[in-house]
């Protein structure tokens, strides 16, 4: 008997392109949404956008958020209910999109995902990830209603922001790797459809990488697409999975460890380098991996990202203990073996 059943939660909306931040009110208009927003943002975006923003919407409430924590995702439900607001709007980087995310889950409406860069691809999908106490808790939620990523905006943001919304994209080679390990040896339920869509999207940026380049509107455009794309593979998988594996344990490893030294997306680009050198030893592709985030600035090395080698050892030695996703990890990777993924990937220097 067939038993089989899917729930695939998609953003309705997605505008990317020049100057679409004016189309943002209309984009909203068509969802049919009851209530005033609630604007969720922080300080740096809320200048460059607050007040185009606010504009499309009669000047609602705003709140900015400082810092990603669940004292800010509280103090964002509070006002929203306090407020009975009937949707936020979560406009800058990762932080008030994380934030507002949450808090929409918490009080059980939407939001629109309005990001000034492109840094990750928590803008469009319906994972949050949210530091407590020493270690970073992802949560699943809902994903955005819609998108609305002006690539005007985002060409402003720092450049080293893109670079790490690449490297983030660039992870889907082992992400998706890890996945169908995890499918053979665990019984991981694995979608040939998000899993293809995953590696399509990560090959796409790389062959573009000559075009990701600062200052150009065209690399915004590039790497949003791109991040769209990511974020649609885990709505079809239901799971984080097609952009999330052992790299991303090695770099929620790295956060514990050495925390606030590089972002989230290059941290995970050199945990590509490393979990591909594992999938597959020196003949696999982490050269061309390693390359592709060289061509596009990302960093490479451990020097490069501000962790000491030490730090890396112990990240890749740990990350398997974080949870429970069977990964090229397996149980623990032994510290000479670890020694030797870093030193022979250059990651780290042979001492
Ligand atoms: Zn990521």
């Given at each position: 008997m067939f038993e089989k059943s899917t729930w695939i939660k998609l953003p309705r909306n997605v505008l990317v392109g020049h100057g679409v931040l004016a189309e943002l009110g209309a984009a909203v208009e068509s969802l049919h949404l009851q209530g005033d927003p609630l604007v969720v943002t922080s300080p740096t975006p809320n200048r460059l956008a607050g007040d185009a923003v606010r504009s499309q919407f009669g000047d609602p409430t705003t709140v900015t958020v400082e810092e990603a924590s669940f004292a800010s995702i509280e103090r964002v439900t509070e006002i929203a209910r306090a407020e009975d607001v009937g949707y936020l709007i979560a406009l800058g980087g990762g932080k008030p999109i994380d934030i507002a995310k949450m808090a929409a889950d918490e009080i059980g409406r939407g939001f629109v995902s309005v990001p000034t860069?492109?840094?990750?691809?928590?803008?469009?999908?319906g994972r949050s990830s949210v530091p407590e106490g020493d270690s970073r808790h992802s949560i699943a939620a809902d994903p955005p209603l819609a998108v609305v990523a002006d690539t005007e905006i985002i060409a402003q943001a720092p450049w080293e922001l893109t670079t790490a919304g690449c490297a983030d994209i660039i992870s889907n080679y082992t992400a998706v790797q890890d996945w169908r390990l995890a499918n053979r040896l665990k019984n991981v339920e694995y979608s040939e459809y998000a899993g293809a869509l995953s590696e399509m999207t990560a090959e796409m940026l790389v062959d573009n990488a000559a075009s990701?380049?600062?200052?150009?509107e065209e690399s915004a455009w590039i790497v949003v697409k791109a991040l769209v794309s990511s974020g649609v593979a885990m709505s079809i998988a239901g799971s984080s999975r097609p952009a999330s594996g052992a790299e991303h344990l090695f770099s929620h490893q790295l956060d514990r460890i050495a925390?606030?030294?590089?972002?989230h997306g290059h941290q995970v680009g050199v945990g590509t380098i490393l979990t591909e050198y594992l999938h597959?030893?020196?003949?696999?592709?982490w050269r061309a991996i390693r390359e592709a985030l060289e061509r596009i600035d990302a960093p490479t090395t451990a020097a490069e990202l501000g962790v000491t080698d030490d730090e890396v050892i112990e990240a890749l030695t740990t990350a398997?203990?974080?949870?429970d996703r069977y990964t090229i990890l397996g149980n623990g990777v032994k510290l000479e073996a670890a020694y030797e993924t870093a030193t022979a990937t250059g990651v780290i220097e042979r001492q």
């Open positions: 860069a492109a840094s990750h691809d928590g803008i469009v999908s990701i380049k600062p200052g150009l925390p606030n030294k590089a972002l597959s030893g020196n003949d696999g592709q398997h203990e974080i949870r």
